[in-house]
Antibody, heavy 119, light 112 residues
């Protein structure tokens, strides 16, 4: 059972860049899985942000694609999320996840971290 | 930006059976992609309960069952228990330009 933990600032100013990291208890290369980020605005539903695959590829939500980058950290035990030019609409709980590549579903979720966009 | 439609709420007495539908389109469920279900209790992260339309995730009671037909999926909870009170979300893959991974609007299950 892999454990995931998000980390990063809880408040980001409008127009700045939101940066989060996810530490996984098991980051061994396994092409059966992918890493990703999902967010949930307060009192709202779930929104897929993007995935990072072990072959180095990535997919992003088209509505966020121009502002999002998901990448592997040099430590290779973490992956990160960067979201540029944030607005109040980006206020949400951000979850890092590990998914099953064959079924295209999310198997493991981090605890989530609330990021507020506020001046 | 939810692409899959669920009723906002369903309710039932302890022991009863409730069903949550998940309506999709020809670019997701109707295109043959699997339906998955997540349970989210208040203040916690979602938890996978059904994957690949009908498969229960590890440790999930057999009171939970999933199905898929045409452009829709469905989650059934039989023998409803107080601990089942939570939000439930369906999820699938979409091959249109909206998004690859799409979630349902969510359903609040209330145990009366």
């Amino acid at each position: 059972q892999v454990q995931l933990q998000e980390s990063g600032p809880g408040v980001v100013k409008p127009s700045e860049t939101l940066s989060l990291k996810c530490t996984a208890s098991d980051y061994s290369v396994n092409f059966d899985y992918y890493w990703g980020w999902i967010r949930q605005s307060p009192g709202k539903g779930l929104e897929w942000i993007g995935n990072l695959y072990h072959n180095g590829g990535s997919d992003y939500n088209p509505s966020l694609k121009s502002r999002v980058t998901i990448s592997l950290e040099t430590s290779k035990t973490q992956f990160s999320l960067k979201l540029t030019s944030v607005t109040a609409a980006d206020t949400a709980v951000y979850y890092c996840v590990r998914g099953d590549a064959d079924f295209a579903c999310v198997v493991h979720w981090g605890l989530g971290t609330l990021v507020r966009v506020s001046s | 930006q939810s692409v899959l439609t669920q009723p906002p709420s369903v309710s039932g007495a302890p022991g009863q059976r409730v069903t949550i539908p998940c309506a999709g389109t020809s670019s997701n469920i109707g295109a043959g992609y699997d339906v998955h279900w997540y349970q989210q209790r208040p203040g916690t992260a979602p938890k996978l309960i059904i994957f690949g339309n009908v498969n229960r995730a590890s440790g999930v009671p057999d009171r939970f069952s999933g199905s898929k037909s045409g452009t829709s999926g469905s989650l059934a909870i039989s023998g409803l228990q107080a601990e089942d009170e939570a939000d439930y979300y369906c999820q699938s893959y979409d091959n249109s330009l909206s998004a690859f991974y799409v979630f349902g609007t969510g359903t609040k299950v209330t145990v009366l």
